[in-house]
């Protein structure tokens, strides 16, 4: 049997999960071990937040690099690096003020810092475990002089910060593990704090097939629910075509206020 374009799978049906099974065997145990997880999270905690609070924590004593998604270090950051590089190509300034959803420990977060003007970084996470681990990325590079702000929180409607100030907003690998209120309730707040002439860029797991989820971890979504959900809060959304020319299984959405 063909095996279908990766956009068109579904990853949560019993026959792709054979499938993997078959192919992948030495992988069952590690996926078997994620499900006995996912129940224990599951069955003692009900927000989402907390979900996934606990398996950053659960990841992240194991190994931050792998907490945020890259195996290697190595990895770590050349993904670090991609990210930097395509903001770079798409208008990052030193004086912009950004907004960076999802910090998690710093991958892109510290050439952000460190290009940016002191003062100009905004992170926020929803683990402190990884907020810790992004302590130490600021201490390795030498990175307290650019006075980057780095807050814990508990949901993403944003109350906390300015109004009109950040002129970049930028989430990566954060709707790819987000049902999708916790992806509405972003995008229904982020614009009081985006500035008039802001952008606010996402990345997240792109299906043409069956929008699903595998265990309550991994979230798959077509384009056009993101967009139109987007456009529902007032932006204008975009998708990044040159971004899908990158080394990187995610897809990418630009949104502007729809008066730009």
């Not at 129940?39 to 937040?49: D, E, N, P, W, Y």
């Amino acid at each position: 049997m063909t095996k279908p374009p990766p956009t068109s799978r579904n990853r949560a049906s019993l026959t792709y999960k054979l499938r993997y099974a078959a192919q992948n065997p030495d992988k069952i145990k590690i996926y078997l071990s994620r499900m006995a997880r996912d129940l224990k999270f599951r069955a003692a905690h009900r927000s989402h937040v907390a979900y996934y609070r606990a398996v950053m924590r659960s990841d992240a004593a194991k190994s931050p690099e792998a907490a945020v998604g890259s195996p290697t270090r190595e990895r770590w950051l050349k993904l670090g690096q991609m990210q930097f590089d395509y903001l770079l190509q798409h208008g990052l300034k030193p004086d912009d003020r950004m907004l960076e959803i999802g910090c998690g420990n710093l991958r892109a977060g510290w050439r952000f810092i460190d290009y940016l003007d002191p003062g100009n970084y905004y992170g926020i996470d929803i683990s402190p475990d990884i907020l810790l681990a992004a302590q130490h990325t600021l201490v390795h590079q030498e990175l307290q002089d650019k006075l980057p702000h780095l807050s814990l929180v508990d949901d993403l409607k944003l109350h906390f910060l300015p109004a009109q100030h950040f002129t970049v907003v930028h989430a990566h690998s954060v709707f790819s593990h987000s049902p999708i209120e916790v992806i509405d309730e972003c995008l229904a707040n982020v614009g009081r704090v985006l500035a008039p002439d802001g952008f606010f860029d996402f990345t997240f797991d792109r299906t043409e097939g069956t929008e699903h989820h595998v265990l309550r971890e991994d979230f798959y979504y077509r384009t056009e629910t993101l967009t139109g959900l987007a456009e529902r809060h007032g932006f204008k959304a975009r998708f990044m075509d040159d971004w899908e020319q990158l080394p990187h299984g995610q897809s990418k959405i630009r949104v502007t206020n729809s008066g730009r």
